[in-house]
């Protein structure tokens, strides 16, 4: 949901359906021995579908980001595992790449049938949810407010994001009763670099804040496979959400993106959690950062040619089709102009509670 939806795309309509936003089909697709693909339906606009990976072993199946939390998606889940020849009490373990609801929205329910352990990386955390501790690592920023419901204004003095009503009521009483949402608890916190066995192999945790703080992609050096959660989609880019306690959040993204990169041929197999898996994750990982270098050069441009302090929302009609504007757009295009900003290139200032930005050079 919120934070979610938008995966930002460069070009405006008309365009073919990309690979993420198709549909989720019954087939289940044999990627290497014992590791398997799945299609989740889901309802998040510009995405159709979200891979859950199964993964088999001798004590049953671990399975990767297992949907929204729905009756559509659990009667999904269900049809999936007996196609498989697996109950669902024998899903042992739940691996959740990230903090986002069509990623973790099954693992309470499947926990609650199984006992599943719940995988995460050390950092998970839903942020609009009170009973998370704060993370440990947080880079705090000083002049960020604590930022915990989607629909009210943010930092920068922009409208907050489209929530529908219903979901908003939702998150309202979950935020009083958090256990009504089916948030899922970690049973498994991993490091970066802590090796997990599971599904008969030895994987490897990396780390990869950016799409979001908590963002955790899984190497299995034996058979070159990454799952890469939305770290690296193959058709679109992830939504980079300025509203992370971080200083630049579009910084770690391009750190993580180089780390991945940095496995290169070691990766034979991207599994990504929307879209078919490819081959060449460092390309597409460089053609990402390609994608956002471009945007960031559209922003100085953009500022050369209005030559004076604009808001977010102003240089984010610069970035995103008018059809896109709104909270998410603006809080993308706050996290590029907060890198520009640390980078030295932009100053920021605080015009009765609006952020203004102005190019320096
Ligand atoms: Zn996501
Ligand atoms: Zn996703």
């Given at each position: 949901m919120?934070?979610h939806?938008g ?12 690979q ?10 044999e ?5 398997l693909?799945?299609q989740?339906?889901i ?10 990976y199964?993964?088999?072993?001798e004590r ?8 929204l939390?729905n ?14 020849g ?16 069509d990623?973790?929205?099954?693992a ?6 199984s006992?599943?352990?719940i995988v995460?990386?050390?950092?998970f955390?839903?942020f609009?949810?009170?009973t998370?501790?704060?993370?440990v690592?947080?880079?705090?920023v000083?002049?960020?407010p604590?930022y ?11 409208p ?16 009083r ?5 089916h ?6 916190r ?7 066995t599971?599904a ?6 990396v ?6 703080a908590d963002?955790?992609?899984l ?14 989609l ?8 300025g509203?992370?306690r ?24 991207a599994?990504?959690?929307h879209g078919?898996?490819f081959?060449?994750?460092a ?8 994608h956002?270098?471009?945007r960031?050069?559209?922003?100085r ?8 302090p604009?808001t ?11 059809r896109a ?10 996290a ?23 190019r320096?050079?």
């Amino acid at each position: 949901m919120t934070n979610h939806g938008g995966h930002s795309h460069t070009h405006d309509a008309p365009r073919p359906v990309k690979q993420e936003q198709r549909a989720a089909t019954e087939s289940i697709d044999e990627l290497a021995p014992g590791v398997l693909r799945t299609q989740l339906p889901i309802d998040i606009p510009g995405l159709g579908h979200v891979n859950m990976y199964v993964l088999e072993d001798e004590r049953g199946v671990a399975v990767v980001d297992p949907g929204l939390a729905n009756k559509q998606s659990y009667t999904a889940i269900q049809k999936r595992l007996r196609e498989i020849g697996v109950p669902l009490k024998r899903v042992h373990t739940v691996i959740v790449t990230h903090s986002h609801p069509d990623h973790f929205g099954g693992a309470e329910w499947i926990q609650s049938h199984s006992g599943a352990e719940i995988v995460t990386s050390r950092h998970f955390r839903v942020f609009w949810d009170p009973t998370e501790p704060p993370d440990v690592d947080v880079e705090d920023v000083p002049d960020l407010p604590p930022y915990r419901r989607p629909w009210e204004p943010t930092p920068w003095g922009g409208p907050g994001m489209n929530v529908p009503w219903r979901r908003r009521a939702r998150m309202k009483v979950a935020q009083r009763f958090p256990k009504l949402l089916h948030l899922p608890r970690p049973t498994i916190r991993l490091d970066d670099a802590e090796r997990y066995t599971f599904a008969r192999r030895e994987w490897v945790a990396v780390h990869t804040p950016g799409h979001t703080a908590d963002h955790l992609c899984l190497f299995d050096p034996e058979a070159g496979l990454m799952l890469c959660g939305d770290h690296v989609l193959p058709t679109i880019t992830p939504h980079i959400s300025g509203l992370v306690r971080r200083r630049d959040p579009l910084q770690l993204f391009f750190d993580s993106l180089d780390k991945v990169a940095v496995f290169g041929s070691d990766v034979t197999l991207a599994l990504p959690a929307h879209g078919d898996p490819f081959a060449d994750l460092a390309g597409r990982a460089n053609d990402i950062k390609v994608h956002h270098e471009g945007r960031l050069q559209r922003l100085r441009d953009a500022a050369a040619e209005l030559d004076r302090p604009a808001t977010v929302m102003e240089m984010s009609r610069f970035l995103f089709s008018p059809r896109a504007q709104g909270g998410m757009a603006d809080s993308e295009t706050y996290a590029h102009l907060e890198h520009l900003r640390v980078a030295g290139e932009f100053e920021r200032r605080d015009a009765e509670g609006r952020y203004e930005y102005v190019r320096l050079v």
